[in-house]
């Protein structure tokens, strides 16, 4: 089912995210400040190309400047990203088809949002002691 899910994503609307933050990313990367920010973004892109049977978590081990790199991508492009995820999955819930994708739409949010400091896992990965 996942599979199939993420055929219809991709399709529909996976592909044309993917494109936008990889172009994001690209854009980011051209200084050294920004190459932190733009790797998030090729980050985000490949989870939005395939995002079902994957989740994000936090790693434990980010720190102090993963929280003032959250803050800078949260006021210059993460509420803009989230409320575009926010509207495209409301759309996307119009129809009963639609449903997942607009729950895959809303599970971009919070990446979208606070991307540094975040891995994204399959779901099907065993949990270990030291996380996933």
């Known amino acids: 089912m996942k599979t199939i899910l993420n055929v219809i994503w991709l399709v529909l ?13 690209l854009l980011l990367c051209i200084t050294i400040i920004g190459i932190p920010f733009g790797i998030a973004a090729f980050r985000i892109g490949v989870y939005a190309l395939w995002p079902f049977g ?7 081990d ?21 409320l575009t995820h926010i509207v495209t ?12 994708l607009g729950i895959a739409n809303f599970k971009l949010i919070p990446v979208s949002l606070f991307p540094l400091g975040r ?11 030291s996380g996933w």
């Open 13 to 25: 609307s996976g592909f044309w995210l993917f494109l936008g933050y990889v172009l994001a990313g």
């Open 119 to 129: 891995e994204i896992v399959r779901t099907d990965q065993p949990f270990t002691s």
């Open 89 to 100: 999955g409301f759309i996307q819930c119009v129809t009963i088809i639609g449903i997942p």
């Open 54 to 60: 994957r989740t994000t978590v936090e790693r434990h």
């Open 62 to 82: 980010a720190g102090a400047p993963s929280l003032i790199g959250n803050v800078l991508w949260l006021v210059l492009a993460g509420w803009w990203l989230a």
